[in-house]
């Protein structure tokens, strides 16, 4: 499947690598920088080259033009994914800049925010220009400010590119809550995600460390997508009967659904979403329950130890490895017993408290959908040839030890398997049929 990577900030697809006038602010005090501590590692001339040689491809509008000329060439491209990536030149200078520059009045700022604007102003351009049969979106390193740009934008331009999705991804990249920021695009949701009649496949995070605190509703606005085989979210403060009436929308088209580092609040427990997930929602295939917890509980550990770890969906990385979205066959399920050669690099490091693990697994860009975080083990002392899919749907929801106050890594891992238990005892025994 064709892929375009459109790599923003620093370099710019087809345009050479160079230094983005809207990547530093003080870009101009670069030199003096320099002046002000051993810089002899550093190439200052070829730095200098790279921002006059930026400031020619943005003011010329070359870096819209090349994108454009590359969608029209790629007749038969799919996926277009937004990275923010540096080379090992951009990352000595960076590095010096961050020893050297004074933090309370620095002379240079870093800052993706203006780099990210263009990016998605251009490639929005670029796809409408181009006519570009494009139908899958990766980033996982936007910024939320932004997106406010989209807010400016012509309805039917936003209509014109929504109609063809049918993958979304998107990871917010931030250092503080975006409540507001994503509140203000509650309109550019609802005209996007309304649009986008097609959609199979979407996944909307946030920081760990920085859970939204919105209505699901805000951002989803009741929209009903008849072909919506995998859905997932991260870092979301919610009612259970949010998540419970979203699964329940699409109990007939979804095979997965992802909730990592979702956090219910007061009030709500998670049983009542796991029963409604085993109940009703026959043709789930895999469920990820990935760090999920109480808000209040959250907010303790947060309080205690000040330093919870901001475990994204996709690592700093402009490797095609860190990908959400990997190759799907129906029906292959993972082995109940954990025999799944990824579980160690997907689950190796994570334990009951706070994970430092960073190797949550990203898109791939070959089908489209959703892939669980992790295989799937069913943690249950019982003796051999057992039949532990029905021995796990004979439970009731009422124990699954749920005690509405925390949830720890063992209770997450028999839920996962409880949730998909009546679907798999059905499917085996159709197919012995």
């Known amino acids: ?117 263009r990016a998605i102003q251009n490639v929005g351009l670029a796809l409408l220009e181009a ?71 979407i996944h909307l995070g946030f920081p760990s460390r920085l859970p939204l605190d919105l209505h699901l509703e805000d951002i989803f606005h009741n929209v009903h997508w008849e072909r919506l085989r995998a859905f997932g979210i991260q870092a979301w403060r919610l009612d259970s009967e949010e998540i419970i009436n979203f699964a329940r929308r699409h109990r007939r088209s979804l095979r997965g659904l992802r909730l990592r580092d979702v956090l219910l609040k007061e009030g709500s427990m998670w049983k009542d979403i796991l029963s409604m997930l085993h109940d009703e929602m026959e043709n789930l295939e895999w469920v990820s329950l990935r760090r999920i917890d109480y808000s209040n509980a959250f907010d303790e550990k947060w309080a205690t130890s000040a330093d919870i770890s901001d475990i994204q969906s996709f690592p700093n990385s402009d490797s095609e490895d860190d990908e959400m979205f990997e190759p799907y066959v129906p029906g292959n399920y993972h082995n109940i017993n954990g025999d ?31 892939i669980p975080d992790n295989s799937l083990s069913a943690p249950l002392l019982l003796p051999p040839f057992t039949n532990q899919w029905e021995v796990l749907s004979s439970i009731p929801a009422d124990d699954l030890e749920d005690d509405g106050r925390t949830v720890d890594y063992r209770q997450r891992k028999i839920w996962e398997a409880w949730v998909i238990s009546k679907s798999r005892v059905s499917a085996s025994q159709d197919r012995c049929r």
């Not at 790279?50 to 020619?56: G, K, M, S, V, W």
């Not at 491209?77 to 309370?104: G, M, T, Y």
């Not at 936003?158 to 063809?164: D, E, G, M, P, R």
């Not at 931030?174 to 097609?198: G, I, P, Q």
């Open 340 to 370: 799944d050669d990824d579980d160690n690099t997907s689950l190796g490091d994570e334990s009951d408290g706070l994970s430092s693990h960073n190797g949550d697994v990203g898109p791939r860009a070959n089908q489209i959908e959703l």
């Open 131 to 201: 006519g570009s049969p494009a139908n899958r979106f990766s980033g996982p390193q936007i910024n939320p400010q932004a997106t406010l740009t989209l807010k400016r934008a012509p309805v039917q331009l936003l209509s014109a590119l929504a109609t063809k999705l049918t993958c979304l991804e998107i990871h917010f990249d931030a250092m503080r809550y975006v409540n507001a920021e994503m509140r203000e695009l509650s309109e550019v949701f609802k005209t996007l995600f309304t649009a986008a009649k097609n959609m199979e496949a």
């Open 1 to 117: 499947m064709p892929v375009l990577f459109v790599l923003f900030s620093i370099r710019i697809l087809f345009c050479g690598n160079a230094h983005g006038p809207f990547y530093f602010t003080g870009r101009d005090n670069i030199p003096q920088l320099l002046s002000t501590a051993d810089s002899s590692k550093l190439n200052l001339a070829e730095h200098i080259h790279r921002l006059e040689e930026q400031r020619r491809l943005v003011s010329s509008n070359e870096d819209l033009n090349s994108l454009i000329r590359a969608m029209k060439s790629f007749t038969s491209l799919q996926h277009v994914k937004i990275l923010r990536v540096q080379d090992e030149a951009e990352r000595d200078l960076r590095s010096f800049i961050d020893r050297h520059d004074n933090p309370l009045d620095p002379l240079v700022v870093v800052d993706w925010n203006p780099a990210c604007i």
